[in-house]
């Protein structure tokens, strides 16, 4: 690759200067990869040599445990099983967002994603499924995230699910608008693995369902 085709590896179904011919395009692997390794605070790179070849670099952090000390209670459970069966609803019409989720729920296989790509649809789909949680965006094709959580949360079918809005906007306005409309939780975008599961993990842990 040379430095132009460089310049946009990362970009979501770029042909790389290629439109003409059958080769395919980058897709979104290259994109969702980078996301995920920015989740576990690392980084993922590429180096090329003209008709040569690429590298790609993925560098994540250390993980460094404490060492247990004497007399010290057994660690908890795995998160994994903090809970069993459990099923999660996200509103977000962004395909690259979607797929990131579904990467990040891959650590959590008890966990059932399900996903509306628009908000009115998200509303009847929530209504008939009824899910344990709802991760919703704030931007939306065809509603207003913030209108869509007063609809749920004034509707008598799903006002007791808990939501948990994912969006990019941080404006602190908009924070305190959701807040205040009745999400438990407002995360940023890029998203923090660590917290974002934290917050998944107590919540889903916390209902009572039949699985328990």
């Not at 003409?20 to 390794?37: D, K, P, Q």
């Amino acid at each position: 690759l040379d430095d132009a085709q460089m310049a946009e590896l990362f970009q979501p179904f770029n042909r790389l200067g290629r439109e003409l011919t059958t080769t395919e395009g980058t897709g979104i692997g290259l994109v969702i990869s980078r996301r995920l390794a920015e989740l576990m605070g690392g980084t993922l790179d590429a180096e090329s040599v003209a008709g040569v070849g690429a590298t790609f670099v993925l560098r994540l952090p250390l993980a460094r445990l404490p060492a247990p000390k004497p007399g010290a209670s057994p660690p908890p459970a795995d998160d994994i099983d903090r809970y069993r069966h459990r099923t999660v609803h996200y509103v977000e019409d962004n395909e690259t967002n979607v797929e990131v989720m579904r990467g990040i729920l891959a650590q959590r296989p008890q966990v059932t994603l399900a996903v509306s790509t628009l908000g009115l649809d998200g509303l009847t789909a929530i209504r008939s499924q009824r899910p344990d949680l709802i991760l919703l965006d704030m931007h939306l094709p065809d509603v207003d995230g913030l209108e869509l959580l007063r609809q749920l949360q004034r509707d008598p079918a799903c006002a007791d699910i808990p939501i948990v809005v994912v969006s990019a906007d941080a404006t602190p306005t908009r924070i305190a608008e959701a807040l205040a409309a009745g999400a438990r939780h407002y995360l940023t975008k890029p998203l923090s693995l660590t917290s974002f599961l934290g917050v998944l993990d107590d919540m889903l842990e916390s209902i009572d369902t039949k699985f328990g």
